[in-house]
């Protein structure tokens, strides 16, 4: 259930919890029982797994600027890729 922002005149703000559809009713403060407003806040994103918040930096980095990689492979220095006699696949066994 979604948290919502409640601000009372004598005592400040307040969150609680309520379904969707009752999102834009006001609510009552807790302590002296008057009317509250909701207020707007922003959305507590420091909850996700800095994992998740990383992927979406990148995403939106590159949304604007792809990341382009120039560099090839090295050749020199490599063993030649193995080949058998009769089919290049050097874990089969011959017939």
């Known amino acids: 259930m ?10 400040g703000v307040f969150e609680e919890p309520r379904p969707i ?13 008057a009317t509250a407003r909701r207020i707007v806040s922003a959305t507590n994103l420091g909850r996700l797994e800095r994992s998740q918040v990383k992927a979406m930096d990148r995403n939106e980095r590159s949304r604007h600027e792809p990341r382009v990689v120039r560099t090839e492979p090295k050749k020199e220095g490599r063993p030649p890729p193995l080949r ?8 089969a066994i011959g017939h």
Do not use: V
């Open 2 to 11: 979604p948290l919502y922002e409640y601000e009372c005149p004598d005592h």
């Open 21 to 33: 559809a009752e999102s834009g009713a006001d609510s009552t403060c807790p302590e002296c029982l």
């Open 84 to 91: 058998a006699a009769g089919g290049g696949y050097p874990w």
